[in-house]
């Protein structure tokens, strides 16, 4: 169930590009299957530090698949900016993520819920 939901002010003409190639990504990354990555992207007026230059905000939530301050955190945030930083022209200093584990009882899916 790794979902990662992009927020930026980067409008992007071939959005269906990019995020299936950001799903691989995903999937690959944390040896998930892409059947159950779901990745979303949002265009919307933000600021970052004070400007309006081009920024992103990222939540990536997926059980069990990140670490408390450990390094797969810091190579899952060093892969994901590698790939879109380039693809939206975003300096990875302007990109936000937020990991998130939630429990397997407070993830829904199928009209029940993981655990």
Known sequence: ???LILHTNVDLE???EFIAGLSNVVSE??????QYVMVGY???PMMFGGSSDPCLFAFFSSLGSFDNGGPK????SKVLCEFISPRLSIPADRIYIQFSDPARTHFGWNGS???
């Open 113 to 115: 819920t993981f655990g």
């Open 14 to 16: 071939n959005k269906d």
């Open 1 to 3: 169930m790794p979902t």
């Open 42 to 44: 949002q265009q919307m």
């Open 73 to 76: 955190n810091k190579e899952f």
């Open 29 to 34: 990354m944390l040896g998930k299957p892409l």
